[in-house]
């Protein structure tokens, strides 16, 4: 993997187009560089636009060296897998790529009788066993992979488990990277585009929505206290 970081004294600003405040617009303006007025619900079908991963799998040196994961089942649709060709392994009911399920019947069948807390994002979980699974059959130069449970738990306004989840992230992102170095193959050639939650709202009550003002970025830890103080019936350490 490639950790690209600016030289010191440069700047990296980020103009962000997209006024709403939720999921498939955001994802859609990142991975496609613009942002597209008509794209205005996280139920919108296939992307009409092309996004950065399908233009390098497009190159015949990237072709088949793309690869996509996500717990949420709409990343199919934001990296149109159908036109794009991109094997995108999301959700409940195609987290597991075929080979996989063949030499990892158990993952299979876990992704099969789990109890779904949210029928649209499978757990944080198995989306990195079979990633890492899959990973093991092949080897993207171009991988991305979306985690879900941050801005679910957010959304229940569970803060204990959202800090749960993102310090696991933060240990998901560290297996991969571990795994990643040690190959030869992969050892600084393979690019990373990880994702997990995308913001939350201002205040105890908002900050279980999400909010597309600077002042949440600002104000976001104490928002997160006043949460904590809501959630200290549930006895969490936190």
Known sequence: PMAMEPAE???SPATLRNPLQFSYPGYHEAFAGWYDPRIAS???PANPNVTVFEWLHQDPAFRGQVAAWGSWHAFRR???AARSGIPVHDG?????????????PMLARLYGTTARLWPEVALDALMQQSLLAGLAQQVPRLLFAG???TDEWAHAGRYDLYLRSARQWDAYVAELWARYQADPRTRGRTTFIL???HGRGDGAERCATHQRSIVAKQRYERCLQEVDRKNQ???ADI
């Open 9 to 11: 004294g440069d700047s």
């Open 42 to 44: 996280n139920d919108h």
């Open 78 to 80: 934001i990296l149109n």
């Open 92 to 104: 409940w009911d195609r987290g597991v790529p075929e080979a996989v399920a063949v030499t990892h």
């Open 147 to 149: 985690y879900g449970e």
């Open 195 to 197: 994702t997990t939650d």
């Open 233 to 235: 019936d549930y006895g």
